[in-house]
């Protein structure tokens, strides 16, 4: 089931996709130019993308892609071998199509979109040869067909064999007992065997001890073909035997129906085209005519017939499992959904809320139980919404080689933990901030290869893209074996901008924190490519919006970590309910170490601003104060002790009141420089309270300390 | 093993075949089958006593159809107890069955 809509816009979507994969062949292959499953994926990419076209009469995109597909099925037959030009070439022309795919889809036709058509067609012309494409630039069905035949087709899923198989007339003799073959052929996959006895003389004629059967074989099966040709190794001299793919599959192009009876013998090679185009003015049934008119026998028209059927079963059934086990849903509906779960959430504390009021056990236990479904329900949408990080990383390849290319530098790409799944909208909010980090790391961190050898580097400096799960947060780490920053510029430069003082009471993270201040820059001058520090405070900002932080490490000559701690979830949170004065703060549960009574905690350090945790010494932060909340404290004032990345601190609060799982609400511009709160939730009985910033509230508290 | 037994006298004739219908006996069946078949204008061959067949004996069942569609004799081929062993082979085989196959014999 198909949820995008219209054929042509489910076209345009997937072709977007493969697009997307097509990126990631030619990356990949620019990598390992002999990687055969680069070079099957970004031909299948192609030829999907040209099939599909062409459904729609996509003339334009259709006739360019074909040149394009054309010249990949030469480096799949090893005629063509990959090479840098070849990649650069191919990046346009998969760039070009998207161009194509937007224009189709505006209906406008730009002239220098025709022209730079002609000119990347000419391109890869050169690259054909002397292999002619058919007219209009498109490759006849013969040269298609032929194509797979040069080398041994490895299916991705499951296809269809056709298989003509005549044993020798002495394979009785022999030994070679047809009947085996089918037997280990029927054990490969799926079989319909169509026996052919035509050919058997009669009683008067025949010899006995010679075979005159012959098979045409229908094997639906995942093993390639060279296994299906190993069946008939000890024939393979004698019997003649043709196999062809005939189906396999194609998420694009329709797949219910299959080949016409007619089109089915011309394949096999049974009648001739011309002879079908006779047959085929005629009125009378198709299969009929042809009997009639002595171009094939009842038994071959039968046989076709068995095909036809055979094919479209299994098409059908394919479709059938396809269309039961995935299904495409627009971004936006997820959306919905987690958010209509949110307000369900919020609406059921209003229910638990009314039952602990009017101390109704049975509401209680309805309430209960509802819950347990709610949270089920809650962590199916969110799992509904996640993504794996590869999504997000994949699309930087091409930024890192055309970045590294431009400003004449060496830089490979790795990516690690991409299989790390972050929610849909947090990957989304990150696109600009991680493209401004890594043009950052490229442009003023990764030297060039000159510098890099006198410094006794390898000349190819390293980009790593990594994700990693820590608790409820997903941290992502972009690392560069680079320069380095050089801290002390950085520091002198803040002291001339006014935005620290000459003293040394900031620590190297907080200095470095400087170049995500507005226009905050230490390079003189400005390159293309990233500027005067525009953007290094939106990058901050965009990161903080989604409830993350960012941090730097870096060493001179060594390089720069940029690590970013993001929630894996933006929608809804598990939390304890606290209450500071008449006020509601929630604590993300998923930084909570322990909850103590303050007065069972010993306190330590010189000012008494420290307590001993379990023999650890933990710095503590009364919120009462640093919320300026005016009354005084409770009787039984509570110490939460929460950590990042196993950084400690202890927040006091006046009292613990429940667990409590909500939506995240923004606080808009008015509490956007409250220091410490991230967002807002509302409470069962409409109250608010207060998310608290937990990863600020570790570095604010650490950092007084520190001072 | 394999035995034929040709009852010319009966009405129709008939040539019982017991055994193997298989390639090592081809031979000695296809000439059974020939002497039968220029014997008598009507013919059933009897397959109730077989015991297995394979391709080579498949093919000569439609040999025998062949010829009996030639000649315009009467050929009836009956499978009898043989009946699953024949349909097993058929279907195995993906061929169709030969036109001159037919039900059970009248007794």
Known sequence: MNELGSPLETFREEARELLEQLEQNLMQLEEHPGDHDSIDGAFRALHTIKGSGNMFDLDDLVGF????????????????????????LSLQARDHISRLLIEAESGSRDTATSERSRLLSMAFEAHLGDEALGASGRRSDEQDAAAPKDSEHQPEGECTYRIEFTPAADSFLTGANPLL????LAELGTILKIGYCEAIPDLKEIEPEHCYLRWVILLTTDHGENEVRDIFIFVEGSAEIKIDVIDEVDPLIGESGYKRLGEILVDRGEIERKDLESAVSSKSYIGEVLVKKGFVSEEQINSALKEQNYVRDIRENRRTVETSTTIKVKV????????????????????AMVADRKNDQDFRAAAEQMEGLIRQVRDLSIELHMVPVEILFSGYRRLVRDLSEDLSKQVQLKLEGTETELDKNVIDSLKDPLLHIIRNSIDHGIESPEVRKRKGKPPTGTLRLSAYYSGASVVIQVVDDGAGMDVERIRQKGIERGVIDNSDRYSEQDILQLIFAPGFSTNEEATNVSGRGVGMDVVRRNIEAIGGSIRIQTEKDVGTTLSIRIPLTLAIVDGLLSRIGDSLYLINLSYIVECLDLKDVRTAGNGGDMIDFRGEIVPFLDLRSYFGVEGVAGEHPQLVVVAIEE????LVVDALLDKYQSVIKSLGKIYERVEGISGAIILGDGKPALMLDVDRLVKVTRDEVKK | MMRTEFHATKKPAQLDIEGDLSFAHVSDLHAALLTACDAVDELVVSLDKVTSIDAAGLQLLFAVCRY???????????????????????EFSGLTSPNCLAGDIAQ
């Open chain 1, 181 to 184: 073959i089918l037997n280990e």
């Open chain 2, 68 to 90: 009996a569609d030639k000649s315009k004799k009467l050929v009836q081929i009956v499978p009898g107890a043989a009946s699953e062993r024949i349909d097993r082979i058929l």
């Open chain 1, 65 to 88: 892609t074909h040149i394009v597909e054309a010249v990949f099925v030469r480096v799949r037959d090893g005629k063509l071998p990959v090479s840098r030009e070849l990649i650069d």
């Open chain 1, 647 to 650: 950084k400690k601190i202890g």
């Open chain 1, 332 to 351: 936006e509906k997820l959306d919905e959904l987690v958010n209509l779960v949110g307000e369900f959430v919020t609406m059921h504390a209003g229910i």
